[in-house]
């Protein structure tokens, strides 16, 4: 399943600072600045996981509670 | 490198039947129907260099020679 990450969401969630970091890193790598949606790699969810703090299914599950992943596994 | 390829060169180029198909999976995995430009990944430039019959630099020459990379390694 593609990982779809709503941007402006993101932006209200103070303690997601560490996704915002590495979103902004691939916003910048790919100089994508549509600013309102991010479509991320499936191979990226580890890593996302990893930022939340917690394994595969509590990341999710926060990114989940959040409201900031519009798709995603 | 980014590796970029001009699709329009591409369809010209009789040889080149593996790559047009390997190009068309990309496409349908997207849904990326601009027809002009397919930007791949870094990563994909062995299976390409492979599907031209050569090892990497043998590969890239041969994209080169046929005009159809806009950008490469
Ligand atoms: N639609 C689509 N296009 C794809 C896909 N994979 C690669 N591309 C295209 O191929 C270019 C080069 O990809 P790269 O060498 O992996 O080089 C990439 C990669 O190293 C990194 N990057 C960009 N987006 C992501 C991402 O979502 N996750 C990860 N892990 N890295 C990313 O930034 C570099 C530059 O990215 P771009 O400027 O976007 O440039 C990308 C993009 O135009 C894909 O799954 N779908
Ligand atoms: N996942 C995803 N990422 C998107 C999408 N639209 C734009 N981007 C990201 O935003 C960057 C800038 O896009 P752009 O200004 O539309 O301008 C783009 C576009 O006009 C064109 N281009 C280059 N490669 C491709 C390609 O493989 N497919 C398409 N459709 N356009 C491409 O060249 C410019 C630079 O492309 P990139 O290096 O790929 O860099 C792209 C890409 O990383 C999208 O629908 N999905
Ligand atoms: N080897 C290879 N495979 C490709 C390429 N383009 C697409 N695919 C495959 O097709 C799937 C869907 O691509 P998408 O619709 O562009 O959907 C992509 C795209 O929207 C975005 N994305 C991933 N990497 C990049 C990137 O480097 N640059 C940009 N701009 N977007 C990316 O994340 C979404 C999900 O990516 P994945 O889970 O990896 O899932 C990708 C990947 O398995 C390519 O150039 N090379
Ligand atoms: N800027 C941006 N937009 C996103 C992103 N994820 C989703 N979208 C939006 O949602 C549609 C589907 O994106 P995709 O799955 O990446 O699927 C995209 C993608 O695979 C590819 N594509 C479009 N523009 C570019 C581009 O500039 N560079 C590359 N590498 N691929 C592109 O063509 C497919 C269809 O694109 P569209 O019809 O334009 O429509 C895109 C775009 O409007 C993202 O991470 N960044």
Chains 1, 2 share one sequence.
Do not use: Y
């Amino acid at each position: 399943r593609k990982i779809v990450l709503d941007l402006a969401a993101l932006e209200a969630i103070d303690p997601s600072a560490p996704i915002r970091r590495f979103v902004r890193s691939i916003i910048e790598a790919r100089g994508d600045f549509n600013g309102r949606i991010l479509s991320l790699r499936h191979d990226d969810l580890k890593a996302l996981c990893t930022l939340v703090g917690g394994d595969i299914s509590t990341g999710v599950a926060q990114l989940r509670g959040w409201g900031v992943m519009i798709d995603g596994p």
